[in-house]
């Protein structure tokens, strides 16, 4: 099992767009998000909701079971911030991910992870490069197998 690539915007730093970087390994949401819900600090309340762009993830369960809880999944309806992933544990707090498109090169990548470390955390514009032709003509392909999916 590979560690979780993650990280937080350091704690007390302030309030941020963005609390953190995640850089999973794969497009396939039911296989990544359970490593990300137990990489999570213990501080942490139970996460119970989930807000993805859908378009990222090969698949996209309304629902999974993480640790013997189930976590609702709901898609994004923000253009704003297509790479995003917001956490939810109601009445108890909200944390807003970037989402590290799994194909990125290692060193794009660790330098969007970085950027949490920051001053200002990771909330800067143009923080993503323009979507890649490889990441394009994976969506596209998805739209032509799943019609009904957004992409």
Not at 70 to 85: D, E, F, G, K, Y
């Amino acid at each position: 099992m590979h560690p979780v690539r993650l990280r937080l915007t350091p704690a007390g730093s302030g309030p941020h767009r963005i609390d953190g970087a995640w850089w999973p390994r794969s497009d396939d949401l039911t296989a990544e998000l359970p490593g990300l819900i137990g990489a999570l600090p213990h501080s942490w309340p139970q996460i119970a909701h989930v807000t993805v762009n859908a378009a990222m993830w090969s698949a996209f369960p309304g629902r999974l079971l993480v640790a013997n809880q189930v976590i609702q999944l709901h898609r994004s309806t923000s253009r704003h911030a297509p790479n995003t992933l917001c956490l939810l544990a109601p009445g108890r707090g909200r944390w807003d991910l970037l989402v590290v498109p799994p194909e990125t090169d290692r060193a794009e990548a660790l330098r969007l992870l970085a950027t949490t470390a920051g001053p200002i955390g990771p909330a800067r514009p143009g923080l993503f490069p323009p979507t890649s032709a490889r990441s394009a003509a994976r969506s596209a392909a998805r739209r032509r197998t799943n019609p009904g999916r957004p992409a």
